[in-house]
């Protein structure tokens, strides 16, 4: 028996959608979803382009439901109403002081989570909500406050500021690296080298004392930097400290340096934010997290003002 199923716009885009009818506002929608005005406007947007129909009438004082809007209305209200009665779900916190903050993996549990209690705290407490992914988010559609990634400038369509940079400097587990000794830059090619996705601080290492290093079959790599530290820590060669990532695992003994030379890794640690005027909880935090990463204030604060 074969089986066939309208296709349905994206659930976010449905409960944009269900809070705004609710309250009669897209700022009391983006207020209750911990969204921006702009994204709501966005998702609602996206939905009548899908449906073919307007499904608000907006007006001075808010927005109002179309005839067909309406019908909606009444199948999502009910479609939602089903969904909260027949599900045990972690209920996501909402608020003026929530924060949604997008990073990579290795970001979040080599730097923000040891950082985060202190980052939460103050006289204005804040909840930061953190958005855990590889791939780089969509910060308006996804309703992101701030982001903290990896790379080399920065991207269109966001306002950013240089957090951090990295001095790099080989490391390898206490018996491999007894094992290497001291003595010149080329011994280490002996060994099988470790790197991410991204082999360019190994090349600006060596490249630093005059030699080219291209990726070997017997180098090994891995996707996410804590898995960096988890190989370089058992054993399997040597890879690149990168402060500050890499300062509790040197504090901890697991891995010890294998050679002092250091060099500037060409990619750097950066703020953003979406374009357009940042909620106070947003400017908040980006206050915090530039205090943490040894910011003046005043960059911080030409970072919240400027329009991109």
């Not at 018996?175 to 080329?186: D, F, K, Q, S």
């Not at 080298?193 to 082999?199: G, N, V």
């Amino acid at each position: 028996m074969e089986h066939s199923s309208r296709p349905i716009p994206p659930l976010e885009t449905l409960h944009a959608f269900d809070v705004a009818a609710r309250t009669g506002s897209f700022s009391s929608a983006a207020e209750t979803l911990n969204l921006t005005h702009g994204a709501v406007s966005r998702q609602i947007a996206k939905l009548e382009a899908w449906l073919g129909f307007k499904v608000f009438e907006r007006g001075a004082r808010g927005v109002s439901l179309t005839i067909e809007g309406n019908r909606l209305f009444l199948r999502t209200s009910e479609a939602f109403a089903l969904i909260a009665d027949n599900t045990d779900r972690w209920t996501e916190p909402r608020g003026a002081a929530v924060v949604r903050l997008a990073t990579l993996p290795s970001i979040c549990g080599l730097w923000l989570i040891p950082r985060l209690a202190a980052l939460e705290a103050g006289v204005s407490p804040l909840r930061i909500l953190l958005e855990v992914d590889k791939r780089q988010s969509d910060l308006v559609d996804e309703g992101i406050d701030l982001a903290v990634r990896c790379g080399r400038g920065r991207i269109p369509g966001r306002v950013s500021v240089q957090l951090f940079e990295e001095q790099c400097f080989p490391i390898a587990s206490p018996a491999l690296a007894a094992r290497i000794g001291e003595g010149g830059a080329g011994r280490l090619l002996h060994l099988p080298l470790i790197h991410d996705s991204d082999a360019s601080g190994w090349r600006a290492w060596f490249g630093a004392q005059g030699m080219d290093y291209r990726p070997r079959p017997q180098d090994r790599r891995f996707e996410d930097y804590n898995l960096v530290l988890d190989a370089a820590e058992h054993g399997l060669g040597i890879a690149l400290a990168r402060p500050p990532l890499s300062e509790a695992r040197l504090r901890s003994g697991g891995i010890v340096a294998v050679d002092t030379r250091r060099v500037l890794n060409p990619v750097s640690y950066w703020l953003d934010r979406p374009e357009g005027r940042p909620r106070p909880a947003a400017c908040e935090l980006a206050r915090r997290l530039g205090k943490e990463a040894g910011l003046e204030a005043g960059i911080i604060e030409t970072f919240l003002k400027a329009e991109r």
